[in-house]
């Protein structure tokens, strides 16, 4: 079985989604617009899904939130940072295997969208038995799915339209594959 690296190309578009993922959230911060109802940060981990692969998405997921919090407390470091991290992982992973086995942009973003939330549920649970005991990880994913309704009704507006437009545009396509 051939192992595929990680490009040049890759690496940088992944930087980019990175900065995006950090640069976003605080346009949203400053609009008064909170990051718990958008999700202004999920928006690139998860278009890196879906461009870049499962491994870039991935990676992608974990770092962006580790990288903004340490750089702007959003999200705070604990509790919500790794459990974040865990769950943009699981975005960034899953959008882009479903992707590429089925090159259907809805199932994709709506599986990596229930699964990002179990990433999540299990990072609240890691949470709870170790640094945040005052967690209770099925109230926090909960929570955190009702207050983020409008922000999961843009990823399923916005999302398959930008990657419809960027997969269709055979230049980028090309760009990004290479």
């Known amino acids: 079985m051939k192992q595929k ?21 605080m346009c949203f911060h400053l609009l008064n617009m909170g990051g718990p109802v958008f999700l202004p940060m ?13 491994v870039c998405g991935a ?19 604990l509790p919500t940072m790794p459990i ?6 699981g975005y960034g992973l899953i959008s882009g295997i479903v992707f590429s086995k089925t090159n259907k942009i809805y199932v994709s973003l709506i599986s990596a969208m229930v699964v990002g939330r179990i990433f999540a549920l299990v990072g609240a649970f890691i949470a709870s038995v170790t640094f945040a005991p005052d967690i209770n990880p099925m ?37 990004l594959a290479s």
Not at 84 to 89: G, H, I, P, S, Y
Not at 140 to 167: D, E, R, S, W
């Open 5 to 25: 690296t990680i490009g040049t190309k890759q690496l940088i578009l992944s930087g980019l989604f990175i900065a995006f993922g950090i640069i976003l959230p």
């Open 42 to 54: 999920h928006i690139p981990v998860l278009i890196a899904g879906f461009l870049l692969g499962p």
């Open 84 to 89: 974040m991290a865990l769950e943009l992982c």
């Open 59 to 77: 990676i992608v997921g974990v770092i962006t939130p580790i990288l903004s919090g340490l750089l702007t407390s959003m999200p705070p470091i």
């Open 139 to 175: 109230m926090y994913i909960v929570t955190a799915i009702t207050t983020a309704v409008p922000g999961m009704v843009i990823q399923l507006i916005f999302i398959p339209i930008l990657i419809k437009f960027l997969v269709s545009n055979s230049e980028i396509s090309k760009s």
